[in-house]
């Protein structure tokens, strides 16, 4: 049994949702259906859930909606009318909106939640419509009676145990199961979307849930490329990676991925395939729990901008012992989550993310460091880039990091930081932001350019 | 003005008194002599500083301690009658011993303090002796009588500040002052030593107080080399480095300096020259503020091993606000200090001298960090080596991080971590201990066998 999600461009006009039918009845394993709301049609177009927050907020704002809602209503009415679709289900979704907008008064966040979850639900309804006008027994299910339950955490739904035991069941329901993604209900019937791009979240757990052979994510491309194709010109196709690569990577400038939708996925050891909607027979990206790392020790290159580091000194630091804990505690106490500490015997900087940091903010941690911790010299430093290689294959391998800096230093880009720890799934440069580009161009070349074979 | 300071080698006989008496005399600046107690003669000898420690254990057991008293004298008397002094300064060395040993019921650390202390005392009596029976104007300084004043930390004195106003006044005395090292008095006139080594720490601090145009340090060596000869054969020679990079060499396996002892000239900006007794025409090694960097952007490669690590693994754990500083937590608790802290995305190693642990501390370490971070691994490995290449010239330079990695691959030495903080003084490669010796040849010779010229 497979279980595939579809994303917002896969299911943004008719033309698209054909493919999908498509793609769902080519595989008499493909048993269950997650679906997003429907996305952009083309560059300026808007997406549905964002219409839906504007909607919302009118509502909250006591102005007129019938615009706003008119919006919502039409991108479905155009794919129900480009499906040859009853006008039905039209309505049936203009009812549902209508009545989750009568809900107003119950609580703005509750409100919020709720609006925006009926663009994943309605698509699911409309989805589920036309595969049964097209003779396919679809069904849509509904995550309160199948028991996803969440917790009451508005927005930030967190998936609670006994939701796997629930789901479970669905293995033994007919028929193609239709599921919306991105929400849940608490145990007392209420409406909790996750996170932003919850869609992979709803469909790593149902496939967790059923114990699927698959859970195949279709997004609009390929696959996950070994460097960013904004950077890189045509770079090579990933054709199988771990989730450890997966997680450092889309933690670093690889957009593919929502953060977290990988775990429960990941800790039953469901295998997750990367595929494209509009080429379906493309191989994709399989994500793995282990590999044959011997062929390609690197599996990807990426770099995220925007890092400031706190550089800190003080002679004879290393002997202090609650040294490191005690300027860690300043930082959490300011309310910051760091990235990296390296250490040198008598310094130590700590990085993180710029954008966390006002100036006022910045006088004030090193007046706190300067005088709790009565260092010889403490300063805030801006404009670094995190580039990144990551691949499970370097632990057993010589010469990574040589084949790394002699890349970088053939461009002439000179490197602030290192850090590479002992699980050794990655090595971090510190670099400045300008030379990001150039580096991550360069240690492509060096690692991916000989093969250009997918890498795998 | 200059201060030079005499260690034990350079003072454990005649002949090497002898020695120091003609370059104390071949230079009207040096003014002010710290001495130490006698060191070893010969490779199987006894330092006195060492029968002293004896001889207090033995007084403090309340054991017969006349031949352990007898083994001090004589290493003074040996020395007074090979310089053909009279008797007088070995009785009054004898009866000085005798009278320190008739304080023993005033409370054990305070007496073995006293004893240790002797041994500087006792021989700055002994070579401004000697050097009055060369005619020369030479005067023993007694601390106490000069206000080198500490804390009461037995063992570990902290010197004062009022200290420094005190000893300023040392340059208004006539003649050569002969200054013993390693101890000083609390305001309340109670004898403390230093730490152990402790005779460059008088050495530095006197130094300072006086404003020194230079701090002669004289050992048994002509310079400080950029590697360990034991490692290296015949490693170049180190001309002028900075107190950063000193600093830095002298904490991992380069044991020329006592750690502390640079401070006070460091935070004075007192020029420190490292010479040998033996050839005292040799240029030595200068330790400066500032030096050109250019030329050689690495100064040095030390080595250290025996550490351990501590590898946490924990999905999503750089989300977590706190994990970082809950986690040296413990480390602390436990009483440990650390070197390291490398991170990746979902993983952090703490690195740390692997004899702070035992098998049951490592267990019980385990157990805490499984329990109170709820992470998806915790394990220790052991048998790290430090390999840390050390120059401030490598901030401006690009490809030193190359040079180095490319050097360790050349001799498949495979790397576990890498740490290089923000301030480049230092790269520090994490590698199994067995490799660590063909990893400092392989750097040596990437980084200095080109010029075997002196580096400076």
Known sequence: MKVCKFGGTSLASAEQMQKVANIVMSDAER??????????????????????????????????VTDALQRVVSRYEQIANDLNLSKDVVNIIKDDLLSRLATKEEGEQKFSDLIKASGEDNNAKLFS?????????????????????????????????????????????????????????????????FSRGGSDITGSIVASAVDAELYENFTDVDSVFVANPNVVEDPVEIEELTYREMRELSYAGFSVFHDEALIPAFKKGVPVCIKNTNNPTAKGTMIVNERNYLINPIIGIASES?????????????????????????????????????????????????????????????????EDLDVDDVHVEHDFAMVMIVGEGMKEMVGIAAKATEALANVGVNIYMINQGSSEVSIVFGIIDADADKAVQELYNNFFVETKDPVA
Do not use: C, W
Request: a negative charge; hydrophobic letters at 35%; glycine letters at 10%.
């Open 31 to 64: 048993k269950i259906v997650v679906v997003s709301a429907p996305g952009k049609r083309f560059k300026e177009d808007t997406k549905v859930t964002d219409l839906l927050i504007a909607l919302g907020d009118k509502a909250l704002a006591n102005e007129d």
């Open 129 to 193: 419509y036309y595969l049964q006008s097209l003779g396919v027994d679809a069904n849509y299910v509904d995550p309160k009676e199948a028991g996803l339950f969440v917790s009451k955490d508005y927005g930030n739904a967190q998936v609670l145990p006994e939701a796997y035991d629930h789901l479970y069941e669905l293995r033994n329901r007919k028929g193609i199961l239709i599921f919306p993604g991105f929400f849940g209900y608490t145990p007392d019937g209420e409406l909790v979307t």
């Open 306 to 370: 925007g890092f400031s580091t706190i550089y800190v000194r003080k002679y004879l630091m290393n002997r202090e012992v609650g040294f490191g804990r005690h300027l860690l505690e300043i930082i959490e106490d300011e309310g910051l989550s760091y990235e990296h500490m390296p250490s040198g015997i008598d310094d130590t900087s700590i990085i993180l993310k710029g954008d966390q940091l006002t100036p006022e903010m910045e006088e004030r941690i090193v007046a706190r460091i300067k």
